[in-house]
């Protein structure tokens, strides 16, 4: 979001300002933390490329009649920061190829709708040139998909934010549905932990049932999908050749160039098959395992789950359900502004999304607990 209110301003070249700006001060925060002297120098010629990128929108607004914003790190810039010191730079590749991604996606969005104007050159200018940071932090990170086609979810920090927020907005619905049931039928505190305690272990199970079986899944789905491809290479390698000669020449290779590579890779059928599965699929090297996945999210889903409960283990009667109540909505909160790591989106904004989200999720558990008990 525009660090300064600037209503006569597009909206959207205010907020790709922004975005340029806090991309720079990431690729220079890499930069300070990184080790090894070819990625710091390739961080350091990343943050250049999106100081040019702020230059030209503030050209662009500048030449239109706007205002320049003073810039500045925004909040979640701020955070991923904070972060990739804590767990390294390691921490922050993904999440800022993601974020590539999104501009790539962004920009092209704007060239189409305005292909001849100002704003649509420069959008093409960098979408291109995003595209370029893509593919080279794509090899820090490893992977050479193009994060701008992805559409899955993954990592270990995502489960752990997504696991966490399903546990406790939904054991926090399940509270308060007990609390609104407890002043119909005059249940005592003990039922409200019970049934706290009960929701906590089935959603934690669940999820974590949930996030074996997904990531099982798509394993066994990347399994057949190279065993075709390795059967493939083997019945057909003058397609298959022919295959990877076009994925190098759509990479930038000339013609005869690519049909050379191709013909030397092919001369042995596992290499072909890695670059096949590579360069075709899309497929990367496992990250984690299904047990691994399951743990993560189970775990995460009971931490989160615990927090509307543990009041009532500590706490006597209204003291108890006033803490619940608010240590739930700031945990609202707080994982809200922590999926706008994932999503893009302002870290407040998120924030007050899933802040009112729990509000609604109370108040519908509580008029429908109380509702039900009436009704039996």
């Known amino acids: 979001m525009p660090t300064t209110q ?36 390739l961080y350091r010629k990343l ?7 702020v230059v ?8 239109h009649g706007h205002d320049i914003p003073a810039l500045r790190p925004t909040l979640r810039a701020r955070g ?3 972060l990739a010191r804590r767990f390294g730079p390691g921490f922050l590749g993904p999440m800022l190829l993601e974020e590539e991604g999104r501009e790539v996606k962004s920009y092209l969005g704007m060239y189409r709708q305005a292909p001849d104007g100002a704003a649509g050159t420069a959008a093409l200018t960098l979408a291109r040139e995003s595209a370029q ?6 090899g820090l990170v490893g992977t050479s998909s193009e994060p701008w086609h992805k559409t899955g979810a993954g990592g270990m920090l995502r489960n752990l934010v997504y696991g966490f927020n399903d546990g406790l907005t939904a054991n926090f619905g399940l509270v308060a549905g007990m609390l609104g049931a407890q002043g119909a039928l005059g249940l005592s505190g003990h039922a409200v932990v019970v049934a706290g305690v009960a929701g906590m272990v089935a ?3 669940s999820m ?11 394993r066994e789905v990347n399994e057949h999908e190279i065993a075709m491809e390795r059967e493939e290479i083997r019945l057909m390698p003058d397609l298959e050749r022919e295959e990877l000669a076009l994925l190098y020449q759509a990479k930038g290779l000339p013609e005869h160039q690519a049909h050379e590579l191709a013909e030397r890779v092919m001369q042995d059928p596992e290499r072909a ?7 075709e699929l899309g497929i990367g090297e496992a990250s984690s395992t299904p047990m691994k996945e399951a743990w993560i999210t189970g775990t995460a889903t009971a931490v989160g789950a615990l927090i509307p409960v543990a009041p009532f283990l500590l706490l006597p009667g209204a003291s108890a359900i006033w803490t619940s109540f608010a240590i739930s909505m700031l945990a609202h909160f707080g994982v809200g502004a922590a999926r706008s790591f994932f999503t893009g989106r302002g870290v407040i904004r998120s924030g007050m999304d899933m802040f009112i989200v729990g509000l609604g999720v109370a108040a519908i558990g509580y008029v429908v607990g109380e509702r039900i008990t009436k009704l039996l």
């Open 6 to 41: 600037l209503t006569s301003a597009p909206h959207d070249w205010l907020h790709h300002l922004e975005d340029e700006a806090d991309a720079a001060f990431l690729y220079r925060t890499l930069a300070t933390l990184e080790q090894d002297p070819g990625r710091v120098e």
């Open 47 to 53: 943050a250049g490329v999106e100081d040019r990128h």
């Open 56 to 63: 030209m929108w503030e050209t662009l607004l500048r030449d």
């Open 80 to 82: 991923m920061a904070w």
């Open 133 to 138: 940071h893509a593919e080279s932090l794509a």
């Open 203 to 205: 959603d934690a199970l």
């Open 208 to 218: 974590g049932a949930s996030g074996y079986l997904a990531a099982k899944s798509e």
């Open 273 to 279: 098959l890695a670059e096949k599965v590579r360069e």
